[in-house]
């Protein structure tokens, strides 16, 4: 909200409390807040700072909103289209949301299965690399190289 609307605000609120004026503000009067955050805690009935942590509750429990009901009030001055039309996108909004984290949870699933089948075949890698070195260590069976002719016979050539 700009500086400006700001000011008209706090100067409209002054003015009606010098005139005794006991109106509340309504949806209609612009708020602070973000509208989508406004509307999804009208669609969830509870307070906007619980609105967030409702929702993502909702999410978490795999919620899924098949058929929505919209009872609409009698507007005093807004446009009851408008309002309809605002709750039509804040519901797709959060449709939307749950079907990206569903399809983030599937992601994930799909991940730590990879995961494993990997780890297995680390494993049995390793298992035969461990019966490979154990093969090398063994001393082999067969005689051990003697040595040649021509070493025997120079050792007895240079003993004459």
């Known amino acids: 909200m700009s500086a400006f609307a700001n000011f008209k605000k706090r100067h409209e609120a002054k003015q009606a409390a010098a005139q005794g004026s006991t109106e509340k503000p309504t949806m209609a009067a612009p708020m602070d807040t973000n509208p989508a955050l406004r509307l999804l805690a009208a669609l969830l009935g509870c307070d906007e700072q619980d609105a967030i942590a409702k929702a993502t509750e909702l999410v978490a429990q795999r919620a899924h909103s098949s058929q929505m009901t919209i009872d ?23 449709e939307q949301a749950a079907d990206s984290v569903e399809t983030a949870a599937s992601d994930v699933s799909e991940a730590s299965s990879d995961l494993v089948h990997r780890t297995d075949e680390i494993a049995d890698v390793t298992a035969d690399l461990k019966e490979a070195t154990a ?18 016979k120079r050792n007895e050539s240079s003993k004459k």
């Open 72 to 94: 609409i009030e009698p507007a005093a001055d807004g446009d009851k289209t408008v309002i309809e039309s605002n709750l039509k996108d804040t519901a797709s909004t959060v």
């Open 135 to 152: 093969e090398l260590k063994k001393p082999s069976a067969g005689p051990q190289s003697s040595p040649s002719e021509k070493s025997t």
